[in-house]
């Protein structure tokens, strides 16, 4: 099936700034990918190209299989959501959703009708005599919502949309895009530093770092199969045991981890464990166990955050469900197993991992 | 027991006599920030008032009824139309290019826009002369054209241009800087031309910034006088404006009429302003309720 959006060996200089080099990506008809890395990583400037509201320095652009890389913004039909909302301020609600219908010139009894259906759809019926200003920030993002999706575009781009609301509200409003996304089926691309906003929303997530693609594939890839120690460490926490490949095993001081068989013998490596994926037990389980001594313990609610020390003096942090603590307190000998271990050679565009979680 | 009480006392004591030191520093400020402003502004303002109406209404009548008043009138309406219009639409113009682009000499610009409040107007009247004067750098291209620019309403437009520059990019600059851009991206993402987009979304968020521009443009037009008696040869009935003729009342000792035109020239600023203060005041209590 023919991609909804094209994104072809993209680039964006500003003066000798490389914002973005050589993205390629694709984005399908009626779902949602998501762009995800920190700030700075250039997701932003992709989106704004997408959009048209900034323009490539090389690649190209096509919006349902038609180059669109040179066409005007007001000529691509896309709904665009600001991060800062982007209200105009000196309109109420329905003037503000009626915009681009009235700049399209639509008759005036087509436009009441589909300013009120949106009302109705992001649940804002009494609001549309409101101003900006009157409404909270949840509120104003639905607003803004509702105000791209009025000209029906084909596509719909959300810049951050939850970055400036608060945790709670912002829990909220993405359940909420979500169930409207399954109700209206609008092809959309969500920029986000948010990596469990990207796993949940999207079908799709694009990591993103330094202006480059990091990765690109499903939720679970993602997570699962990091390609790359960045995406290892962005997305989901991610404890960095560094060791000498021996034998296609990772050896950190007395001993071993499995997963190195892509790197010769004599390299060093670095083993990205997820907290989850480290065991604690008060006994050895099996042959690759090893001794580990609890530094402190801090209760999450249904988890625990373990912090050890293994025998080489590297630092780990385990998150145990606190019915499995089974006895682990501070100061205690354990034995730890550590799963799903990801070795990657040492440096490369990878961020410099730190002894603690790369990220948390 | 006792001590308690004395220590008690004594604080509560200091800190009443500190209150009441800050209240009366503040009185005292207060004081002399009102008469600072009502000696130098009122004052002037009650003589002036005073003395165009103590010959009595038969001079007001009188002075409105003379044709080289009415034509100074008209005169200064002209000049003052123009200018208007010319540093309003420029104005805006310049406020955008200077908030919104990035180009070399952009500090240099940005410095520039403020000479005409730094330059007596009598020295912006003599560059007129010797641009537009008899051996000027330009004089000989419009003589040869037939066209009068130096003892005429040309000059006299353009020095009163030259000196209001500044008013409507100093009020517009600093608004659109706090608007940033976003609203006129989410215009464009919508489908707005960017002429639609700079009526429907950047003006309206401007207008308040733009129209005190305006008026304290409006203001330093129709009160300018050294530029223009330099380049306009100040002829009666000719190149004559309301400020000119204020300045022949008193020299040829005709106070009362001289009064009664120099305070209709300044409460028509003072109504232009206090009229958009009103206007902007409510606007805004709109907005909030």
């Avoid at chain 1, 909270?136 to 400036?164: H, I, N, T, Y």
């Avoid at chain 2, 003379?66 to 139309?81: N, P």
Wanted: aromatic share 6%; hydrophobic share 45%; net charge negative.
């Amino acid at each position: 099936m023919r991609p909804a959006i094209r994104v072809n060996e993209l680039g964006k200089r500003f003066g000798d700034f490389v914002a973005v080099e050589g993205v390629t990506f694709d984005v399908e008809e009626g779902k949602i990918t998501a762009l995800l890395g920190p700030s700075g990583s250039g997701k932003s400037t992709v989106l704004r190209m997408i959009a048209g509201l900034e323009d490539p320095s090389s690649g190209e652009i096509l919006l349902a299989g038609e180059d669109q890389t040179h066409v005007s913004v007001q000529d691509r039909k896309v709904g665009f959501v600001f991060q800062h909302y982007a209200l105009f301020r000196h309109m109420t609600v329905s003037q503000n959703i009626a915009f681009g219908l009235t700049v399209r010139k639509e008759p005036r009894n087509k436009r009441v009708k589909r300013v009120n259906e949106l009302l109705e759809l992001v649940h804002l019926g009494p609001f549309g005599d409101r101003f900006p200003d009157q409404l909270s920030g949840g509120q104003r993002q639905r607003v803004a919502l509702a105000r791209a999706l009025a000209p029906q575009p084909k596509v719909l781009l959300l810049d951050e949309p939850f970055g400036a609301l608060d945790a709670r509200v912002r829990q909220d409003l993405r359940r909420w895009l979500d169930e409207l996304h399954r109700e209206l089926g609008i092809t959309s691309v969500l920029v986000t530093h948010d990596q469990e906003e990207a796993l949940e929303l999207a079908h799709k997530v694009v990591v993103m770092h330094e202006g480059k693609v990091e990765q690109i594939g499903s939720s679970e890839a993602i997570y699962n199969e990091p390609a790359t120690p960045f995406v290892a460490s962005f997305v989901g926490a991610a404890n960095v045991i560094r060791g000498l490949v021996i034998g296609g095993r990772v050896q950190f001081g007395e001993q071993q981890l499995d997963g190195a068989e892509h790197l010769n013998d004599g390299d060093a490596a670095h083993a990205f464990v997820r907290p989850h994926d480290v065991l604690v037990s008060m006994e050895r389980a099996d042959g690759s166990s090893s001794p580990a001594v609890v530094e402190a313990l801090s209760n999450l609610g249904w988890t625990s955050k373990v912090r050890l020390t293994l025998p080489d003096g590297q630092a780990l942090t385990a998150q145990v469900p606190n019915d499995k603590l089974e006895g682990v307190t501070e100061g205690k000998r354990v034995f730890v197993d550590l799963r799903n271990a990801k070795v990657f050679a040492p440096g490369g565009r990878a961020v410099e991992p730190s002894d603690e979680l790369a990220a948390v | 027991m006792g001590m308690t009480v004395g220590s008690g006392g004594s604080t509560s004591g200091a800190i009443r006599t500190h209150a009441s030191r800050t209240r009366l520093i503040r009185g005292l400020l207060i004081a002399l920030a009102l008469s600072y402003v009502s000696i130098l502004l009122l004052a002037p303002l009650a003589g002036i008032v005073w003395a165009a109406i103590k010959g009595g209404m038969d001079v007001v009548s009188e002075t409105f009824a003379r044709a080289d008043v009415r034509h100074a009138f008209w005169l200064t309406g002209i000049i003052t139309l123009v200018t208007v219009v010319t540093v309003t639409v420029l104005g805006m113009l310049t406020a955008w290019v200077l908030v919104r682009d990035d180009f070399p000499g952009k500090r240099f610009l940005n410095a520039l826009v403020e000479l005409p409040l730094a330059v007596s107007p009598v020295t912006v009247g003599l560059m007129a002369v010797l641009l537009f004067g008899t051996g000027g750098w330009f004089s000989d291209f419009f003589a040869a054209r037939g066209i009068q620019i130096i003892f005429a309403l040309p000059s006299m437009i353009l020095v009163t241009i030259f000196i209001s520059i500044p008013f409507v990019i100093r009020e517009v600059g600093p608004v659109l800087e706090e608007l940033g851009t976003n609203e006129e991206e989410a215009a464009l993402t919508l489908g707005a031309s960017p002429i639609q987009t700079f009526f429907r979304v950047t003006l309206p968020n401007v207008k308040w910034g733009l129209l005190y521009g305006m008026a304290l443009s409006t203001a330093r037009a129709l009160g300018e006088i050294g530029a223009v008696l330099i380049v306009s040869g100040s002829i009666q009935g000719q190149t004559e404006t309301a400020t000119l003729y204020v300045f022949r009342a008193l020299e040829e000792r005709q106070e009362a009429s001289g009064y009664v035109v120099a305070l209709t020239l300044a409460a028509i600023s003072i109504l232009l302003l206090a009229a958009i203060e009103t206007f902007k005041h409510r606007q805004s209590k709109e907005a909030r309720s």
